[in-house]
């Protein structure tokens, strides 16, 4: 493990910028830096450590206490999710110099992603249970103080005339919600029942637009673009500008940016005549993460995409067999999801369980028969979108006829095995820090894979 960490500069710089970033919060955590400046025997990898781990704890922001009374207020920043229509008003996601605050407001008022607003208004702590803001605000009095980057506001557009076309393809409220959660994230309309069972089979990442999502599109982008003989370098420019859109259009979240870029500095190290290394990877696209938003550094999604990621990177995977019949290619894409989704579902384990108080019995099956058809989803849906312009009747086909009976399959499987009262093992609750250890065991059982000659 020490020379898969040596070889790998940027995920030494990653890890030493998530310990400065969080000894910010918890000065203890500083004493993490010590194992890792043993473990990295070169000087190289040692300064890197002690460079990375200096620059974390200036870029960490001052700890911010949830608000505990009710109060007047002010707040001025900048929208960084997309505003959620109710029929009692609206609400958006503000960050601002004192933390995340959740913004509710009249909902005649067009507020956009990345948009710089004033507001005044009641000031109160945030509902029990409701994760991410530090405060709630009643906003009496709300204005718009500049509109955010032009990029976002296509993005937007684009998300829009997303769900418009959802809705025009003749589909339920119901399954609309489902098959626009699936694509996007729009996960808002989802009746409760859905969300828990989302939460008991393991499987919220399919409706969070995450790494997943940015997977697949980038794969189906790039074999499209393969078919059509579209030169490398190109390829890589045009699946990261079609990233890019779709990170706006899904709401700028901290993991699938990560996820974003990624994908594209995996597809740019054959553009240099380098190796492809996801866990290098990983670590540049950490390092911007916690660079911009360090407090993303204790968010759920960062932690687990980093030990998924970082656990897949690890894990060798054979190049799949050639003239295959189409039963076995069908056998050895399950058997290699199935194996992705076993090391996805231990990897993230620990972590759920220390948050959660519980772990999924069924998640490994559950992701396997979901994840199986997301791409199948993704791309009818993207596909019957970016055609409803021209041909609409084309459009609402693609999306009513292949789209929604592949995700009516998935709420199939996630309401199926989440309503099982045996889906889920309650555990007792635990310190985060138990984590360190348990992930250092498993890194130290960890054995690199030589392929045979």
């Known amino acids: 493990m020490r020379k898969e960490l040596e070889r790998r500069p940027a995920l030494l710089a990653c890890l030493a910028l998530a310990l400065g970033v969080s000894a910010g919060f918890h000065p203890a955590n500083a004493l993490g830096l010590v194992p890792l400046l043993i473990a990295a025997r070169l000087l190289p990898s040692r300064l890197i450590l002690a460079a990375a781990f200096l620059v974390g704890l200036l870029r960490a922001p001052m700890p911010t206490l949830p608000v505990a009374s009710i109060g007047s207020g002010d707040i001025r920043g900048t929208v960084v999710r997309y505003p959620v229509q109710r029929e009692s008003g609206a609400s958006a996601l503000v960050r601002s110099g004192s933390g995340l605050v959740s913004v509710r407001y009249a909902g005649a008022i067009d507020l956009g992603l990345g948009d710089s607003i004033d507001a005044r208004g009641r000031l109160r702590p945030p509902l029990p249970g409701q994760v991410g803001p530090s405060a709630v605000l009643d906003a009496y009095r709300l204005e718009v103080v500049s509109q955010g980057p032009w990029i976002w506001n296509v993005s937007e557009q684009l998300r829009n005339r997303f769900l418009a076309a959802s809705a025009a393809s003749g589909l339920g409220p119901e399954d609309a919600a489902w098959l626009d959660a699936l694509c996007l994230g729009a996960r808002e309309t989802l009746d409760r029942a859905t969300s828990a069972n989302l939460t008991r089979t393991g499987t919220v990442h399919a409706v969070a637009a995450s790494g997943l999502h940015v997977l697949i599109l980038a794969m189906l982008l790039e074999g499209l673009l393969s078919l059509l003989a579209v030169p490398k370098i190109l390829r890589v420019a045009l699946v990261g500008i079609a ?211």
């Not at 899904?250 to 994908?263: D, E, F, I, K, M």
């Not at 069924?362 to 021209?390: E, H, Q, R, T």
């Not at 820090?433 to 348990?438: D, Q, S």
């Open 243 to 453: 990233l890019l859109l779709y990170v706006g259009a899904v709401g700028l979240h901290p993991a699938s940016v990560r996820a974003a870029l990624t994908a594209v500095l995996f597809r740019c190290a054959s553009l240099v005549r380098r190796e492809p290394d996801l866990l290098s990877a990983l670590g540049l696209s950490g390092c911007f993460i916690l660079l911009v938003w360090p407090e993303e550094v204790f968010g759920l999604g960062f932690q687990l995409s980093t030990v998924v990621v970082g656990a897949l990177g690890l894990t060798p995977f054979d190049p799949p067999e050639r003239d295959l019949r189409p039963l076995s290619l069908l056998g050895s894409r399950l058997k290699s999801l199935a194996r992705v989704s076993l090391i996805a579902s231990l990897a993230s384990l620990p972590i759920l369980a220390q948050v959660l108080h519980e772990v999924s019995l069924v998640s490994v099956a559950a992701n396997v028969l979901l994840v199986f058809v997301l791409p199948w989803i993704l791309g009818a849906a993207m596909l019957g979108f970016v055609v409803s312009g021209a041909l609409p009747a084309l459009g609402a086909g693609l999306i009513a006829g292949i789209a929604a009976p592949l995700a009516g399959w998935g709420r199939l499987v996630v309401d199926g095995l989440g309503a099982s009262p045996h889906a889920t093992l309650a555990v007792p609750g635990f310190s985060g820090y138990w984590l360190v250890p348990i992930y250092l065991a498993a890194a130290a059982l960890w054995r690199p894979h030589v392929r045979p000659a």
